[in-house]
């Protein structure tokens, strides 16, 4: 049951009698495109069926131009679904997608106003529509999907499958001190392709990458009746176990005076494991036209473990070579 209501979406399914496709592609003033295509093939008429589905999505979003290297914000994303429809029978079926998809973002942050620490850089207005980053807001994600559906009618009930598993990795790479904020000396980013040097010093950057990977196996078997004119019921079981990580690198800075910095490299690694079992009942009882009575039973089993390590060192920079004695405690 839903009290609130639901909402169901399903994917286009393989056609068993034609073929039939499309393609479609949209353009925007952004640099943007999206293209979309597909294509039904029968391969046994009636009975076995594959669908092919792709889309490729890439805009310059909001078009942000790094003042630093001119980079401009932009997103891309490509995905594609393989899927086959198999009907061995009248009374068997089988189902199985297999989807995939990349997206890969770059962001900047629309700055005004002048540099609060006197350093060399462009007065800018909001429409202007520019950023300070020397390091790109970088993020990267990759997403894969199995899933299997096996559904059998054998007296008067449905014996349903539903398998699936899942990976999703992603990684982001950014700047805390984004938009110039603070002074100092990074040796990590002053480079040719950013050479960041003001009145007041240079560049101190404080950057993080953020490292998650996931992977997810679920299983459900459920028997329901067909069409009883008293006592409908579902029975079923289901079982599901997640692993993965969320790593988080960050290295801080401080300037110290003398030209001279502190820096933390901290790194946090957080495995997990879960698993999930859970054992349901469903039953709607209908008396007469106007009344029924829906009784649902679900027993489940959640266990999670979760485990953080965090590791800091602390070293130090000075540019003008031994730093000196007293200047760190």
Request: proline share 4%.
């Amino acid at each position: 049951t839903s009290p609130a209501g639901a909402i169901a979406i399903h994917t286009a399914k393989p056609s068993m009698d034609e073929f039939e496709g499309y393609a479609r592609t949209t353009f925007t003033d952004n640099s943007g495109n999206n293209t979309q295509a597909a294509a039904s093939i029968p391969i046994i008429e009636g009975q076995l069926a594959a669908r092919v589905a792709a889309v490729y999505n890439g805009t310059d979003m909001d078009e942000i131009d790094n003042v630093l290297g001119g980079d401009i914000s932009n997103t891309e994303t490509t995905a594609g679904r393989l899927s086959l429809l198999w009907y061995p029978t009248d009374a068997l079926s089988a189902e199985l997608v297999y989807q995939y998809m990349e997206n890969d973002v770059e962001t900047h942050v629309n700055l005004q106003g002048s540099s609060a620490l006197g350093q060399d850089l462009p007065v800018l207005r909001a429409y202007d529509r520019k950023g300070i980053n020397p390091r790109v807001d970088e993020y990267g994600g990759r997403f894969e999907y199995l899933a299997l559906t096996v559904n059998w009618e054998l007296f008067n009930h449905d014996i349903t499958y539903v398998g699936g598993y899942s990976e999703v990795s992603s990684l982001r790479d950014f700047d805390n001190s984004s938009g110039n904020s603070k002074v100092g000396f990074d040796p990590l980013d002053i480079t040719a392709e950013y050479p960041q040097v003001g009145a007041a010093g240079t560049q101190l950057n404080s950057p993080q990458q953020m490292d998650d990977q996931n992977y997810a196996s679920s299983h459900e078997i459920r028997v329901a009746s067909v069409q009883n004119e008293f006592w409908n019921y579902t029975l079923g079981i289901y079982y599901s176990s997640e692993s993965g990580h969320f790593d988080r690198y960050l290295m801080r800075g401080i300037p110290i005076g003398g030209g001279a910095a502190v820096y933390w490299d901290n790194v946090a690694l957080t495995p997990f494991e879960q698993e999930d079992l859970g054992v349901f009942a469903h039953n709607r009882f209908d008396f007469g036209h106007n009344w029924s009575l829906q009784v649902g039973l679900r027993w489940q089993d959640y266990e999670r473990k979760v485990q953080t390590e965090v590791y800091s060192a602390e070293d130090a920079f000075y540019p003008g070579g031994m730093i000196p004695d007293g200047l760190l405690l």
